[in-house]
């Protein structure tokens, strides 16, 4: 079992950056493909980006394929979300998920269905 503790949230203007990270407590942080989702008031949760377990492969959304950027440091049980040029339509809780890996790819772990464990999300607000 994992535990997962996101941070980092919080509120910035468009176009600004923020950075997000995601403490995972438990056994075996390097057997688990990390991801990020998002979900804004009124609106299903949504995929943003995923990580295999090595960290040699990601996996994006289209919606943020050039500004986000996810990263893992397995020996520091962290996983990261660098947020760039923030949108006004980017505003939601984010939530960093942990998926039982069979294999290296990222897009294996890019719907809410394949994830195991969740955190109890961390606060983006952007202002226009």
């Known amino acids: 079992q994992v535990k997962l503790a996101e941070s980092g949230g919080g509120l910035v203007q468009a176009g600004d950056s923020l950075s997000l990270s995601c403490a995972a407590t438990g056994r075996s942080f390097s057997s688990y493909a990390m991801a990020w989702f998002r979900q804004a008031p009124g609106k299903e949760r949504e995929f943003v980006a995923s990580?295999?377990?090595?960290?040699?492969?990601?996996f994006y959304a289209d919606f943020v394929k050039g500004r986000f950027t996810i990263s893992r440091d397995n020996n520091k049980n962290t996983v990261f979300l660098q947020m760039n040029g923030l949108k006004p339509d980017d505003p939601a809780v984010y939530y960093c998920?942990?998926?039982?890996?069979?294999?290296?790819?990222?897009?294996?772990?890019?719907?809410?269905?394949?994830?195991?464990?969740w955190g109890a999300g961390t606060l983006v607000t952007v202002s226009s």
């Open positions: 990580i295999s377990v090595s960290g040699a492969d990601t």
């Open positions: 998920a942990a998926a039982v890996a069979y294999n290296d790819y990222a897009q294996t772990s890019s719907t809410y269905s394949a994830m195991d464990y």
